[in-house]
Nanobody, 123 residues
Framework: QVHLVESGGGLVQAGGSLRLSCAAS????????MGWFRQAPGKEREFVAT????????AYSDPVKGRFTISRDNAKNTVYLQMNSLKPEDTAVYYC????????????????WGQGTQVTVSS
């Protein structure tokens, strides 16, 4: 069982930056692939970024590629999402998730989810 708690969301102007954190409980954090997803009002939840267990491999959705960076610190049981050059269309609730090593861009690849943190980007 993995319990995930996101933090770091808030209100920021377009062009600004935020760093989201997701703290995980339990001793199995390093055995899980981690991902970030987001859900905008009236839209389905979508993939944002994922990182392998060791942190060696990452992948991003096209809308955030080049602006967002996912990283993890296994010693601190924490995964991060650095978001730069934010746009109003990045406004959403952001969720972190823990999944199997083969979990990738699909929600079905993740077993544990946080409660989400709101990110609002004003124009």
């Amino acid at each position: 069982q993995v319990h995930l708690v996101e933090s770091g969301g808030g209100l920021v102007q377009a062009g600004g930056s935020l760093r989201l954190s997701c703290a995980a409980s339990g001793r199995t954090f390093s055995s899980h692939r981690m991902g970030w997803f987001r859900q905008a009002p009236g839209k389905e939840r979508e993939f944002v970024a994922t990182i392998s267990r060791s942190g060696t491999n990452t992948a991003y959705s096209d809308p955030v590629k080049g602006r967002f960076t996912i990283s993890r610190d296994n010693a601190k049981n924490t995964v991060y999402l650095q978001m730069n050059s934010l746009k109003p269309e990045d406004t959403a609730v952001y969720y972190c998730a823990a999944g199997s090593p083969l979990g990738g861009t699909l929600e079905s690849g993740y077993d544990y989810w946080g409660q989400g943190t709101q990110v609002t980007v004003s124009s």
